[in-house]
């Protein structure tokens, strides 16, 4: 069965700082990763997804994630956040046709 | 127009009540999902269906009766309402069964809370 590991429960950052959230994966197979992010609030909206190609993804607000099917993980990065990129951050894995698997979020609090 | 609504979006409920959440999906997809989320943020799947067909049923209990009288509708009823089933729930559909790119498009979620 497919599981996800999320590393961090909470990050504080102040803005600008730079983010990278941990994310792994259990499964030998062929898989599609997701990074969702839902603002307090609201529902949850996709930022960025990998399914095969360049192990590097690039989504929407200047997201961006690696897959490294090496170590199993599927890491969410920033350059640079902002106190509009406070929200909690759930990587999830869908392996053959199964549904999305989710880790249980990282909450990210930006101050300004 | 939202693609994928619920109602209610919130709801305040006394133990032992039976309650029902709606979700409507007009993005024409075959398949439609519940996922609670508890208070620490932990999404887990309850029910899918795909094309009005139950297609997974996690452990959850009996109380819990999902009905999708057409692919666009996906209802949840509830039963006997417990304290443990204050949670938001999330509706959601994709494409297929998983679909070809296994991304899922959310509902704005239903806050119950049982008193």
């Known amino acids: 069965a497919q599981s996800v590991s999320q590393h961090n429960h909470h990050v504080i950052l102040s803005e600008a700082a730079s983010l990278e959230l941990g994310c792994n994966y259990s499964?030998?197979?062929?898989?599609?990763l997701f990074w969702y992010v839902q603002y307090p609030g609201q529902h949850l909206q996709l930022l960025l997804k990998?399914?095969?190609?360049?192990?590097l993804v690039k989504g929407i607000k200047g997201f961006e994630a690696e897959f490294i099917k090496s170590k199993f993980s599927f890491n969410l990065r920033k350059p640079s956040v902002q106190w509009s990129d406070t929200a909690e951050y759930f990587c999830a894995v869908r392996s053959g046709y199964s549904t999305l698997t989710f880790g249980k979020g990282t909450m990210l609090l930006v101050s300004p | 127009d939202t693609a994928v609504s619920q109602t209610p979006k919130y709801l305040v409920t006394q133990m032992g009540n039976d309650k029902s959440i709606k979700c409507e999906q007009n993005?024409?997809?075959?398949?439609m999902y519940w996922y609670k989320q508890d208070s620490k943020k932990f999404l887990k799947i309850m029910f899918s269906y795909n094309n009005k067909e139950l297609i997974i049923n996690e452990t959850v209990p009996n109380r819990f009766s999902p009905k999708s009288p057409d692919k666009a509708h996906l209802n949840l009823h509830i039963n006997s309402l417990e304290l443990g089933d204050s949670a938001v729930y999330f509706c959601a559909s994709s494409p297929l069964a998983g679909g070809n790119t296994g991304e899922l498009f959310f509902g704005e979620g239903s806050r119950l809370t049982v008193l």
């Open positions: 993005l024409g997809h075959d398949t």
């Open positions: 499964y030998g197979g062929t898989v599609n």
């Open positions: 990998y399914f095969s190609g360049d192990p």
